[in-house]
């Protein structure tokens, strides 16, 4: 994959958290809430042990990292939270421009910009094509 894909598909499974809080707060699912906390076991955390380390230059994965565990501490706060059964603190965690949305959204911002500055546009097209035989690259954009 390449590191747009990579970091795209993180993105979309971090996101994935303030549902299933949601939906655990409301009822309507349950959560093992054992690992919200680690940083290494989520899909973005094994991608910045590994290819973003590769990736991305070293302050820039510097950055990812301490967003990334902000990110988790937050989700940690909130599983304390329920664990306490203060569901009104959980609650306004999860809720729009809450600690979980500005720590989710920071996180994404920067990831997104490292992507914008890391990958010329276009490129990750032209490569993707030259991964399959047969198929000519994609044609650079015209003015």
């Known amino acids: 994959m390449d590191i747009r894909g990579d970091v795209e598909h993180a993105i979309f499974s971090h996101g994935q958290w303030k549902a299933r809080f949601r939906d655990f707060l409301n009822g309507k699912a349950g959560l093992d809430l054992s690992m919200v906390g680690e940083t290494h076991d989520c899909v973005l955390g094994q991608w910045l042990d590994d290819g973003g380390r590769r990736m991305l230059s070293a302050a820039d994965h510097a950055e990812a990292?301490?967003?990334?565990?902000?990110?988790?501490?937050?989700?940690?706060?909130?599983?304390?939270?329920?664990?306490?059964?203060?569901?009104?603190?959980?609650?306004?965690?999860?809720?729009?421009?809450?600690?979980?949305?500005?720590?989710?959204?920071?996180?994404?911002?920067?990831?997104?910009?490292?992507?914008?500055?890391?990958?010329?546009?276009?490129?990750?097209?032209?490569?993707?094509?030259?991964?399959?035989?047969?198929?000519?690259?994609?044609s650079p954009p015209t003015a």
């Open 65 to 138: 990292c301490r967003l990334h565990a902000r990110f988790h501490h937050v989700a940690g706060e909130i599983v304390h939270n329920i664990k306490q059964k203060d569901y009104q603190a959980a609650r306004a965690a999860i809720a729009p421009a809450g600690s979980f949305d500005q720590a989710s959204h920071a996180l994404a911002a920067f990831l997104h910009k490292v992507v914008q500055r890391t990958v010329p546009r276009g490129a990750d097209k032209a490569s993707a094509a030259a991964d399959r035989p047969g198929e000519a690259p994609a």
